[in-house]
């Protein structure tokens, strides 16, 4: 008998994760990304993965890990997933080492690790500075190889457009449109999991690739799937402000040893190299002295804020600070984080081995994501979610070099979970809802090409872009949120009247991008609307109006849920799993 | 004062079977801006030099940090990543072709899968038993990992591919990229089971002896990946393997 037959969408690590672990155990993976899944974009993961393999004689255990990753996302993940992740990252990392990752190694050949934030042990395994890429290619390689076996099914170029549910809302299959010829399909399946990364295409410019527009996990969350805790999202401290996105420096740079500053003195004429060290404000190592360089991203990020903002120190009175490794030896930069440094030299033109990046923090990670179970079922039965996309692991604020791992744990349980609802799911009847809902997107499809308005669907997406990126970030007012949510209304309504320059039907790149801007402005209002009810600080959510933590009354799972009214989403909370650890107070100034 | 304005010609095709078009194009000048930046600006307002309306370029690209290898193009006649492409230093009007040999999709939006196809029949996979915990891997000196990793680097764009005088049809060659793949392989202590299947993969045609030693792979490489010696070590062990095979009969 022919094994069940399940739909993995997206390629990146979660995703591969999932498909090799579905063939291994003898099912049939129909595999879709938008681009050739190599090119996803875990590849742009540069510092490392983490796991407490304790290789270092530091004591490393699980559980020290654990609390890491609790304490670091201000005690709002649920903690029985967050345990069981870290303690199979051992086992991870072995695996992905077996597979030929090309771990950097200790000169007796075993696994080198460097440190990374959030904590104070070696506990990143790493892969010069490029592991994401050196990870999804090992997946990409064993995907290859049962895809070979005939296993995998790849349909590369298509792109997600909704899940198809039967009259019970059980899922049963997906549509999905050709990105060359702009064929709709349905897919049967038996069951679904979806790894489609992260929203960073919401905030207009971020370190996220392109594909990352969150529009898959907003089709899910219009056809009645939770969205959680939408409103944290993770800002880097460190990013190469460009025109096109912000390039991510790796937080591997300050592992390794990197510095952060400013010259104490505003509008410092002198040349870098000519500030003497006295003169140098090192205002990480200074407020925080036990973690120094290496707070959480959060806080790093603040702190960047509150030097240019409110010292107005930032280089040459403009929003940028110093990130420094010239101290550090070439041979050493060269080994271990060539990758980076190249990516600053290409795209800046200056040498970091010989004068201090300049940098600004960006957005970066959605910590938030389709409401799962500790299964990782979202509220559909049938779908799955892995990967950024899903909301589980990482709380209020993500660990560096924690969300390789979460993909990786992801990939492992959510393949096999789906496998297990696959076999004791009840036959579809019918068609299972296929034709009706291949019926409902062909209509949004006829509707848009026939759309003769005058707006310019990449203008309107840049106008939510900039207002994400102003009200929705590192900063947040209650008055610049509702601000924000008034003018997603704004460009819903004027999505209206999208103009489409280009009707035609092969390989249309700006009428795919059409269909998912209007996704992206469904998804953003949860993230808006989740940040204005949330009036406390916790994490990478911070409200200056209400500077504490409130664990009485926001100790709670934000789940948005789509009602296609004027209001926009509804809302619900739900009370976290802290059955292991006891939330205390969050601090970085000292020994924790 | 007129503001400074950057120039591209673009070459355009709305199908595989469609007549190819340049058109230009006159934006304003930013500074960072790159050829990628330049093509977002183009479909925020997709109008020609001359004024007339088009539509905006279709092309690949995602991670823009050059490491997912989607935005491979001509770029002044040369074969690279667009977004690594910045505009200040580029001489203008900028010329803009998707490479040519490979299949045209649309506009700078070529099929390159079959690199991923050669990448199969050469089997670039390290054969593991399974995804369980079999405890830790081989071990692996550093001195190892520094020849692996730079090969390891390959972001498959196939600017390798796309500059081999005898990368075409005739020839069916691999190309330098799968080559590498192979090197890397066939060193891994897992890996290297498979060697003798990824050498006669190499073997008939279309394999390593279509090499000519042009170079230009090397040269073009945007990972700066050691193409050649790969290529060179590889055919070597190709040649051993011959004989073997030839010699076992």
């Known amino acids: ?592 | 004062m007129a503001s400074r304005t950057v120039q591209l010609e673009i070459k355009r095709q709305a199908s595989p079977d469609a007549p190819a078009v340049w058109e230009k194009f006159e934006l304003e000048w930013r500074p960072g801006m790159n050829v990628i930046s330049a093509m977002m600006e183009i479909a925020a307002n997709p109008v020609t030099a001359e004024g007339r309306e088009t539509t905006p370029i279709s092309y690949d690209s995602n991670c823009l940090e050059e490491i997912c290898g989607s935005c491979a193009m001509r770029i002044n006649g040369k074969a690279r990543m667009a977004c690594s492409a910045l505009i200040d230093n580029l001489e203008q009007p900028i010329r803009i072709e998707p490479l040519s040999k490979f299949p045209l999709v649309r506009d700078l939006q070529v099929d390159r899968s079959v690199l991923f196809k050669n990448l199969m029949a050469v089997k670039a996979w390290v054969p593991v038993d399974g995804t369980y915990d079999l405890g830790s891997g081989p071990r692996v000196f550093p001195q190892q990992q520094e020849v692996s990793y730079p090969l390891s680097n390959c972001i498959s764009c196939t600017c390798c591919m796309e500059v081999c005088p005898q990368f075409n049809e005739e020839t069916g060659f691999v190309g330098a990229a799968t080559i590498a793949q192979v090197k890397l392989f066939n060193n891994h202590p897992t890996g290297k089971v498979l060697k003798e299947e990824r050498l006669r993969a190499l073997a008939g045609d279309g394999g390593i002896q279509e090499c000519g030693f042009a170079q230009n792979c090397v040269e073009v490489c945007p990972k700066q990946i050691p193409l050649t010696n790969a290529i060179s070590d590889v055919g070597r062990d190709v040649l051993v393997q011959k004989v073997k095979d030839f010699l076992r009969g």
């Open chain 1, 1 to 592: 008998m022919a094994g069940p037959r399940i739909i993995v969408v997206g390629g990146g690590l979660a995703g591969l994760a999932a498909v090799i672990k579905i063939a291994e155990a003898g099912g049939n993976v129909d595999l879709f990304s938008i681009v050739p899944v190599k090119r996803s974009h875990s590849v742009c993961a540069q510092g490392g993965i983490n796991a407490a393999k304790n290789l270092k004689g530091e004591g490393d255990t699980t559980a020290q890990h654990f609390d890491d990753t609790i304490y670091g996302g201000d005690f709002l993940a649920n903690q029985t997933p967050v345990k069981a992740m870290c303690e199979m990252a051992p086992a991870i990392i072995d695996l992905l080492d077996r597979m030929g990752v090309p771990f950097n190694r200790t000169p007796e050949g075993l696994l080198d690790f460097r440190r990374f934030g959030g904590t104070l042990y070696h506990r990143t395994a790493f892969a010069g500075a490029t592991t994401g890429q050196q990870l999804l290619y090992a997946l990409d390689e064993q995907a290859r190889r049962y895809e070979s076996e005939g296993k995998v099914r790849k349909y590369e170029g298509w792109e997600f457009l909704s899940a198809i549910l039967d009259e019970k809302g059980v899922a049963r299959g997906i549509t999905a449109m050709d990105l060359r010829s702009m064929e709709l399909r349905a897919f049967p399946a038996d069951a679904i999991i979806l790894a489609t990364g992260g929203i960073g295409a919401i905030f207009g410019k971020s370190t996220n690739s392109v594909a990352c527009t969150g529009s898959a996990q907003s089709a899910l969350y219009q056809q009645g799937a939770y969205y959680a805790n939408g409103e944290f999202i993770q800002v880097h401290p460190t990013c190469i402000p460009g025109e096109d996105k912000l390039r991510l420096m790796s937080e591997s740079a300050r592992g390794e040893g990197g510095r952060v500053w400013v010259p104490r003195t505003a509008g410092d004429k002198r040349p870098v190299k000519q500030i003497p060290e006295s003169e140098r404000f090192y205002f990480l190592e200074e407020w925080y002295p036990k973690y120094g360089n290496l707070v959480p991203r959060d806080v790093a990020t603040r702190a960047i804020h509150k030097v240019v903002y409110e010292h107005g120190l930032g280089i040459d009175g403009q929003p940028m600070v110093y990130l420094d490794v010239t101290h550090i030896d070439h041979e050493t930069l060269n080994r271990k984080l060539e990758g980076i440094l190249e990516i600053y030299e290409k795209f800046v033109g200056d040498d970091p081995r010989e004068v201090p990046m300049k940098i600004f923090p960006g957005m970066h990670y959605t910590m938030g994501g389709l409401w799962v179970d500790f299964n990782l079922m979202t509220s559909i039965p049938g779908i799955f979610a892995a990967g950024e996309c899903e909301y589980q692991h990482h709380g209020a604020n993500r660990l560096g070099a924690n969300s390789l791992v979460s993909c990786m744990f992801d990939g492992f349980n959510a393949g096999p979970n789906a496998m297990r609802y696959a076999k004791s799911a009840a036959a579809t009847e019918g068609d299972g809802g296929a034709a009706a809902e291949l019926q409902r997107q062909t209509e949004i499809n006829k509707k848009l090409l026939s759309s003769s308005g005058t707006e310019n669907p990449f203008k309107l997406w840049r106008e939510l872009g900039h207002t994400m990126t102003e009200h929705a970030t590192v900063i947040r007012y209650n008055q610049g949120l509702k601000q924000a949510d008034e003018k997603i209304v704004e460009l819903l309504d004027r999505y209206k009247n999208v103009n489409l320059s280009d009707k035609s039907q092969w390989a249309n790149t700006s009428f795919a991008f059409t269909r998912q801007l209007y996704n992206m402005l469904e998804l953003s209002r949860t993230v808006v609307q989740g940040a204005i009810l949330r009036d406390e600080s916790r994490g990478a959510h911070y409200k200056p109006d209400f500077p504490d933590r409130n664990d009485e009354k926001f100790l709670k799972t934000t789940k948005a849920s789509f009602t296609g009214a004027p209001e926009g989403p509804r809302f619900e909370f739900e009370d976290v799993d802290t059955q292991y650890i006891k939330p205390r107070p969050r601090r970085y100034d000292a020994a924790k």
